[in-house]
């Protein structure tokens, strides 16, 4: 890898729509599971909850990012 690109932010999101109340819960269930995973001593995952990353509950597509939707604002 170049040196210059070593540092920086990458992103990744599969696009799934989901509720902000949804997320959380869903989010802090994973967070859950990896500590209990953490204790029992199992094998490593293909994704890191500590940096935030997830598995898309939908598609199960890596992702660390979650993008907000806004209500679309009406002209007055």
């Known amino acids: 890898m170049h040196p210059d690109l070593s540092l920086g ?3 990744a ?3 799934h729509v989901m509720h902000a109340t949804c997320w959380q819960r869903y989010f802090e269930a994973v967070q ?7 204790q029992r001593l199992r094998g490593h995952t293909s994704y890191d909850v500590e940096n935030g990353e997830f598995l898309c509950p939908l598609c199960e597509c890596l992702s660390n990012t ?3 939707l806004l209500p679309h604002a009406h002209a007055t």
């Open 66 to 68: 979650v993008i907000p």
């Open 13 to 15: 999101s599969c696009g």
């Open 32 to 38: 859950l599971k990896e500590q209990r995973r953490q």
């Open 9 to 11: 932010v990458h992103t």
